[in-house]
C-alpha cells in the first residue's frame, strides 16, 4: 500500500440507497524501527499489527531504518512519520551533538509516548573486568546509527578509552559471532537477555561490565541516562547483579502528523486488549507507563522535547498532569 505524505488524508465514500455516507478518515502512517531483527522493528512491527486489527481508522506500516540515530533524521525530514527513538537521540538532535553535529536542530519533532526503560553493556571476554581493562584491545560497539553504538562509544569517552581500543562496526549477530571466533573482545550488547549476548554466552564466558557513578555523572552531561541494573539470573551464568547504563525508549512523530491519527494509536495500544497484546509481542511493554515518567521522571522535558497534540489530548484524557513545557 502507498504510503500518503504527512497530514494527508484518505477518505473514501460509498453510495448506499441513493443516500452518500462518508466513511472516516483513514491515516496511513510509517512508524519506523530499525533493522529487520532489531528488537525496534519488532516492537513497531507489534505496533502495527495490533493497531491495523483494532480500528478502520488508522493504519500503520512497521518501516526498517538503520536505527535509533537515522529515525531522528526520518521523521524531522518528514520521511516518516513515526518512529522508535533513544531519549539520547532526541537529547543530542536538539542540541547538535554527538551523530548530530553540524546538523540543523530537528524542532518539528514532538513526543507521542515513552515506550520502556533499557540498558546496554560492554560485555567482554574472560579476564578483562573493566572497562579501563578494554585498553589496547578490539570492540565491536554494533552496527552505525544505533542507539547501542552511540551510548557504547559514551562509556569509552567517559572512561578514557575510546582512542586506545580498535573499533569495529559490525551487527549484533556477527558481534556475537565474532567474540566467540575471538576476533572481539569484548561488544555491546542490549536490554537483557540480549539475543547476541545469549548466543555468545552460551558458547563462551562473558563478563558484563560495570559502569561506576562517577563515570555516570559524566556521561549525563552528554545525555539524558541514569544507572540501571541488568540482575543476577539474566543469563544463566550472571551471578551477581551488575550496573549499567539505561535510557528511556520512545516514539517521536513530526509535527504534521493529524492529531486525530497519534491520539488513536495511543488509543488502541494501550487499552487493555492492546496491552494485553503488546505484552506478548516483547516483554518490554511490561514497562509501557507514560504517565509515572513524565510525573515522577521528567520524560521529555530532560530531552526537550514537547508533546505532539494527539498525545496531549489522549494523556489528559487519562489524568496525566503535562507542565506546560511539554505542551506545544
Not at 522508535?84 to 537521540?89: P, V
Not at 561488544?187 to 557513578?213: H, R, S
Not at 496491552?275 to 521522571?297: D, P, Q, S
Not at 508533546?307 to 498532569?321: C, D, F, Q, T
Amino acid at each position: 500500500m502507498k504510503r500518503v505524505g504527512i497530514g494527508t488524508v484518505i477518505f473514501s465514500v460509498m453510495l448506499l440507497t441513493a443516500a452518500t455516507i462518508a466513511f472516516a478518515a483513514k491515516f496511513e502512517i510509517g512508524l519506523a524501527g530499525a533493522g529487520p531483527a532489531s528488537l525496534a522493528y519488532t516492537l513497531a512491527a507489534g505496533v502495527a499489527e495490533n493497531t491495523n486489527t483494532k480500528t478502520k481508522l488508522l493504519r500503520i506500516t512497521a518501516e526498517t531504518s538503520a536505527g535509533f540515530v537515522e529515525n531522528i533524521r526520518l521523521v524531522g525530514r518528514g520521511e516518516s512519520h513515526l518512529a522508535f527513538t533513544g531519549g539520547i537521540q532526541i537529547f543530542q538532535a536538539f542540541r547538535g551533538l554527538g551523530p548530530y553535529k553540524g546538523e540543523s536542530p530537528y524542532k518539528d519533532l514532538r513526543g507521542v509516548a515513552v515506550t520502556h526503560g533499557t540498558n546496554v553493556s560492554w560485555n567482554a571476554r574472560e579476564g578483562i573486568n573493566s572497562v579501563p581493562e578494554l585498553a589496547g584491545k578490539t570492540v565491536s560497539i554494533g552496527p552505525p546509527g544505533s542507539a547501542i553504538a552511540d551510548l557504547g562509544l559514551l562509556i569509552l569517552d567517559a572512561y578514557e578509552v575510546r582512542s586506545k581500543v580498535k573499533i569495529l562496526r559490525l551487527s549484533y549477530e556477527e558481534s556475537s559471532r565474532a567474540f566467540v571466533d575471538g576476533q572481539v573482545d569484548a561488544f555491546m550488547g542490549g536490554p537483557a537477555p540480549y539475543p547476541a549476548v545469549m548466543q555468545a554466552g552460551a558458547q563462551k564466558k562473558i563478563n558484563i561490565l560495570p559502569l561506576d557513578m562517577e563515570r555516570l555523572k559524566k556521561i549525563q552531561k552528554l545525555a539524558p541516562v541514569f544507572l540501571d541494573t541488568i540482575p543476577a539470573g539474566a543469563y544463566d551464568w550472571l551471578k551477581k547483579d551488575v550496573p549499567v547504563l539505561g535510557y528511556l525508549g520512545y516514539i517521536v512523530a513530526h509535527k504534521g502528523v493529524p492529531e486525530e491519527a497519534v491520539h488513536e494509536l495511543l488509543k488502541v495500544n494501550l487499552s487493555p486488549e492492546g496491552v494485553t497484546y503488546l505484552k506478548r509481542n516483547h516483554r518490554l511493554w511490561n514497562m509501557w507507563n507514560t504517565k509515572t515518567y513524565i510525573e515522577e521522571k521528567g520524560a521529555f522535558a530532560l530531552e526537550g522535547l514537547k508533546l505532539h497534540p494527539g498525545a496531549v489530548r489522549y494523556w489528559k484524557e487519562k489524568g496525566v498532569s503535562i507542565p506546560s513545557a511539554l505542551l506545544p
